[in-house]
């Protein structure tokens, strides 16, 4: 199997399992991984997802024995595949937490990019590869690079095709935070549960708060924060935190999406 789901209190993880091709991409796993996060949303006491890769990396991108003599319009094609997995990750209503095990490259590290708290172990790299092939960043590195470094960065990373270790993808606040390997799955499920213990109606609505910042106006912005406030403070996980802090105790939210 190219993915493997195993379900934990309140989240699942989701395993990139192509271990002896670092993971890289294929039809059939882009298929698996969106039909592994459809099952997720839909079973409602699935509260987060932590993605990794098996083996020592985490995602080659894509698998380039499936793309040797490809046209245009096969790329095209392919890219029909990864696009919406892509969006699909960023639109989940519960958040996405990324160990990133090892090297993730072309599509796959945009796909850890898309992800909503990345960690990195220690000996995780970088690389937007696809210049060292002929090929644009995908997958929407385009887009998610230079907000999260900088233009300058962005476009260097971009042209040159360089790994960048986990130590710099830290500083430049490319992922949440590095780690030493042999802490990366025991931080990230720590990670995940939190994340699964917390309000989950308020996180998605964070999410979408924060997706949306990229193209509107501040005026654009709060009114947007109003509604979706408005939506937060009619979730009983609302009423619940309020009354624990008073209280003095930890809160209780809902063990179920609404
Ligand atoms: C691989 C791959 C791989 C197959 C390692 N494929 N076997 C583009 C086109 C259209 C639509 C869809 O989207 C895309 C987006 C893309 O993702 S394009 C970019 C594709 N990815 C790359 O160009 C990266 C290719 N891989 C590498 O540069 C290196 O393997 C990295 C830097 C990832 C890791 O290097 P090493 O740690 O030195 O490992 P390795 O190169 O020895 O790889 C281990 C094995 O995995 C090896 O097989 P072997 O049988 O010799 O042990 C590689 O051939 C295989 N492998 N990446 N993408």
């Given at each position: 199997m190219t993915i493997l789901v195993e379900s934990f209190a309140g989240y699942r993880r989701i395993t990139l399992n192509r271990?002896?091709?670092?993971?890289a991409l294929t039809v059939e796993m882009a298929a698996a991984l969106a039909a592994a996060l459809d099952d997720a949303v839909a079973d409602k006491t699935c509260r987060a997802i932590l993605l990794t890769g098996a083996g020592r990396g985490?995602?080659?991108?894509?698998?380039?024995?499936?793309?040797?003599?490809?046209?245009?319009?096969?790329?095209?094609?392919?890219?029909?595949?990864?696009?919406?997995?892509?969006?699909?990750?960023?639109?989940l209503p519960i958040p996405v937490v990324c160990a990133v095990n090892g090297v993730a490259a072309g599509a796959g590290a945009n796909l850890a990019l898309a992800c909503d708290i990345l960690l990195a172990a220690r000996s995780a790299s970088f690389v937007q590869a696809f210049a060292r092939i002929?090929?644009?960043?995908?997958?929407?590195?385009?887009w998610f690079l230079p907000r999260l470094?900088?233009?300058?960065?962005?476009?260097?990373?971009?042209?040159l095709a360089e790994p960048l270790s986990?130590?710099?993808?830290?500083?430049?606040?490319?992922?949440?935070?590095?780690?030493?390997?042999?802490?990366?799955?025991?931080?990230?499920e720590a990670l995940a549960a939190r994340l699964a213990s917390q309000a989950s109606a308020a996180l998605a609505l964070?999410?979408?708060?924060?997706?949306?910042?990229?193209?509107?106006?501040?005026?654009?912005?709060?009114?947007?924060?109003?509604e979706l406030q408005r939506q937060?403070?009619?979730?009983?996980?609302h009423a619940e935190g309020v009354r624990a802090f008073l209280e003095k105790r930890a809160?209780?939210?809902a063990r179920a999406r609404s």
């Open positions: 271990p002896e091709r670092l993971n985490f995602c080659a991108g894509q698998d380039l024995t499936e793309i040797i003599g490809a046209s245009p319009a096969d790329l095209d094609r392919l890219l029909a595949h990864y696009h919406p997995l892509i969006l699909k990750i960023r639109a002929g090929l644009v960043p995908d997958c929407g590195g385009t470094v900088g233009t300058a960065r962005a476009r260097a990373l971009a042209l986990a130590e710099t993808a830290a500083e430049w606040g490319l992922v949440w935070r590095m780690v030493e390997d042999d802490r990366l799955l025991p931080e990230a964070t999410k979408r708060a924060l997706d949306a910042a990229g193209d509107n106006t501040l005026a654009q912005q709060l009114d947007l924060e109003g937060a403070g009619a979730h009983p996980d809160p209780t939210f």
